[in-house]
């Protein structure tokens, strides 16, 4: 089953989308033409009925952490945002995918959930695949997988396509 982020790279944005997060943009906004992220957040779920309210939460933080804002979003931003999701940003795909299989007591990826993580992001593979990839990127099945060998895992297994 395709995941959120999946769907959301695939999908296309067409002018019939845009003119609907126009007005649903200009029902929401104040005065000076912007709206709050509640609001934007509302849209987003509306938008892509697929993204769970994490991930909306996730794609607010990425606004907020790039953009200085008040809290509120123009119309530019937003369209720029929305229109963003369709080239999904690769890290925060990865961020939702890895915090999801995290042992919650270490912070890192058992390698026992390894190959549903990377299924996840990617297409399903053997763990002999996987082992193989470990083995070239120099890291062992005991170890603690964070986030950033996470990242290089998906980005070799990508460049390889195994």
Request: aromatic content about 10%; glycine content about 2%; some cysteine.
């Amino acid at each position: 089953m395709e995941n959120a982020a999946q769907s959301l790279a695939k999908k296309k944005i067409n002018i019939k989308d845009i003119r609907g997060m126009r007005t649903e943009f200009e029902k929401n906004c104040d005065e000076n033409n912007t709206v709050d992220f509640i609001n934007f957040k509302r849209i987003l779920l509306q938008f892509e009925s697929n993204l769970t309210s994490d991930q909306a939460d996730v794609i607010i933080k990425e606004i907020l952490s790039t953009q200085r804002t008040s809290g509120r979003i123009d119309y530019q931003v937003f369209i720029k945002e929305l229109k963003s999701l369709h080239h999904y940003n690769t890290d925060t795909k990865m961020w939702l995918t890895f915090t999801k299989y995290i042992n919650q007591d270490t912070g890192y990826l058992p390698y026992s959930e390894l190959q549903d993580a990377l299924g996840e992001v990617d297409s399903p593979r053997t763990k002999s695949d996987i082992s193989e990839v470990l083995m070239i990127l120099n890291i062992s099945e005991d170890e603690e997988i964070d986030f950033v060998k996470f990242k290089k895992i998906v980005k070799h297994k990508s460049k390889s396509k195994f």
